[in-house]
């Protein structure tokens, strides 16, 4: 494939940044955005080099040649917009939560495959380098078995209830926002848990404020949880073995240092530092399945994301958030 053309679908705050980052990676370009608001494409268009600009989302594939598109759009419009670019034929890389239920995911993991089409969770957590390293000292026996995992994120939100983050109607809530990625952490290295328990505290708008939660595993250990948009946390990952343990530094789920403790053994720093804010690995992932003709990526494939929102579901269902 050529230079691989990228569309974007909803243009708020994840979006800017998404695009600041695309604009690092060689062999790829933002080729045309789509917003319910025309004069915002137009502007969002012009600032980054973007040829094309559309007032709905269904004008995005008047854009010839697009190749993929990344979907930005509240939670509650994830699967639409999948659907919209999958029976176009057109790849799709979805911002997480892939959709808001694992019915939603079922459907659109389905057009995936019929219409054979790429698609991808942007759970971009994934393919920085910290999860890597993460995942080969784990792999390595660094830390013998891990026994517990405890991570959390938290932040203090402002609080506009008509916005997406206080706003049922469009998703909102802490566990979907960010309480995913200490979920997907545990789910990464430990599996789905045989024993899920939660607690939340609910809002005056009816969305989860807080929440935490505990897996507990068959192979006696478990990960202790937590996410909030009420303050700001640590936000970091400790994964405790039986022979030592490792940190990712805050904040986690963007992190660019990991620090290995083995028993009775001087801790040994990993750096990784970069100019973007990481968004450019999940790119480079998607132009390279792109590339090469897969249909998912064997990093984040759909079964991973299947798997990550049946455990939200069950959190919710626990939690008693709606």
């Not at 980054?48 to 697009?66: R, T």
């Not at 979907?71 to 670019?85: D, E, N, R, S, W």
């Not at 942007?122 to 390595?140: C, D, G, I, N, Y």
């Not at 206080?166 to 545990?186: T, V, W």
């Amino acid at each position: 494939m050529s230079v691989i053309k990228w569309g974007i679908i909803g243009i708020g705050n994840i979006a800017e940044k998404f695009t600041q980052d695309l604009a690092t990676v060689a062999g790829c370009e933002l080729y045309a955005v789509a917003s319910t608001n025309l004069e915002r494409a137009q502007e969002f268009a012009v600032k980054h080099n973007a040829g094309f600009a559309f007032g709905s989302y269904e004008e995005i594939f008047n854009a010839p040649g697009l190749d993929v598109v990344y979907i930005a759009t509240p939670h509650v419009t994830h699967a639409y917009c999948t659907k919209l670019c999958l029976e176009k034929k057109v790849a799709v890389l979805c911002e997480k939560p892939f959709a808001m239920n694992e019915t939603e995911v079922d459907s659109m993991v389905k057009s995936a495959k019929d219409n054979d089409t790429f698609l991808m969770e942007a759970m971009w957590t994934r393919f920085l380098p910290t999860t890597l390293k993460t995942l080969e000292l784990v792999e390595s026996g660094a830390i013998g078995e891990i026994k517990t995992i405890h991570a959390d994120f938290g932040f203090k939100a402002d609080f506009i209830p008509e916005r997406r983050l206080f706003n049922p109607k469009l998703g909102g809530g802490a566990l979907l926002d960010i309480g995913i990625y200490p979920a997907y952490l545990s789910l990464l290295l430990l599996g789905y848990p045989s024993d899920i328990e939660a607690l939340s505290i609910i809002g005056s708008t009816g969305v989860d404020e807080t929440t935490s939660f505990v897996f507990r595993y068959d192979q006696n250990a478990t990960a202790v949880l937590n996410c909030t948009i009420l303050a700001n946390t640590n936000t970091e990952a400790w994964i405790y073995g039986t022979k030592g343990k490792i940190q990712i530094h805050s904040r986690f789920h963007e992190g660019k240092k990991v620090t290995l403790f083995k028993d009775d053994e001087t801790p040994v720093d990993f750096e990784f530092k970069r100019e973007t804010r990481g968004y450019d690995f999940e790119i480079s992932e998607v132009n390279r399945c792109l590339n090469e003709d897969l249909k998912e990526s064997p990093l984040m494939p759909h079964t991973m994301s299947r798997k990550l929102i049946h455990l939200l579901d069950k959190i919710r269902a626990k939690a008693g958030i709606k």
